[in-house]
């Protein structure tokens, strides 16, 4: 059964600190891991990774996936009070399925 | 706004009814996809249609079918309802795959079933 274990399942931080965030997964035809932010509503996207070792950057936000050890991790820099939300790691496989982790809830206090 | 469309935000509805949530995919997309997020589960994805095909199905209940029509919006059909199929419904859409860019969040119907 495909899953995704995502860590730490909560995070409290201070304004300015470095936070890095965990996704580890067993999928059977992996094409692609996705992370994305929810704060009250939808998702919305930060990034794709397809390849092993190549960090995508986005402002404070960077991400890296390694295909060997099955796992990506999201770090936030200088954190804000505005990078609360809950940080969510999904896995696309080539059949089509979308597995998503359960996420985790980041609070950054001011 | 997204461009994902959801309609209705809010619905409550009594145990054993039967309920239809709409989306509208953004413009240009022919994925549409249907998740389920509740307190317990997390995000679970239920059902993906592409140009009007089922393509993929996750944990979808046999008590809820979809359908994508020619137009591209989607419907999902939630029947024989019950306390526990109470919640966040979120549709997503992509041009086919998640693509360069993931997908896209529509802001979800909340169902409430007493």
């Known amino acids: 059964e495909d899953k995704v274990v995502q860590s730490p399942l909560s995070l409290v931080v201070h304004e300015g600190d470095t936070v890095t965030l965990n996704c580890s997964y067993e999928v059977t035809n992996f094409r692609s891991l996705l992370w994305y932010k929810q704060e009250k509503k939808a998702p919305t996207f930060l990034f794709m990774l397809?390849?092993?070792?190549i960090e995508k950057k986005s402002g404070r936000l960077s991400s890296i996936l390694d295909k060997k050890e099955l796992f990506s991790i999201l770090n936030i820099t200088a954190t804000q009070t505005g990078d609360s939300a809950v940080y969510l790691c999904?896995?696309?496989?080539?059949?089509?399925?979308?597995?998503f982790g359960p996420g985790t809830r980041l609070s950054v206090l001011p | 706004d997204s461009g994902v469309t959801q309609t209705p935000k809010h619905l409550i509805t009594a145990t054993g009814q039967r309920v239809t949530l709409r989306c509208s995919p953004r413009s240009g997309d022919l994925s549409v996809y249907w998740y389920q997020q509740s307190l317990d589960q997390g995000l679970q994805f239920l059902i993906q249609y592409y140009n009007g095909e089922e393509r993929a199905k996750g944990n979808i209940l046999e008590r809820f079918s979809a359908q994508q029509f020619p137009d591209l919006h989607s419907e999902l059909n939630l029947s024989s309802l019950e306390l526990g199929d109470s919640a966040l419904y979120f549709c997503a859409s992509s041009v086919a795959g998640a693509g360069t860019y993931g997908y896209t969040f529509g802001s979800g119907t909340r169902l409430t079933v007493v």
């Open positions: 999904a896995v696309e496989t080539y059949g089509q399925n979308f597995v």
């Open positions: 397809t390849s092993s070792g």
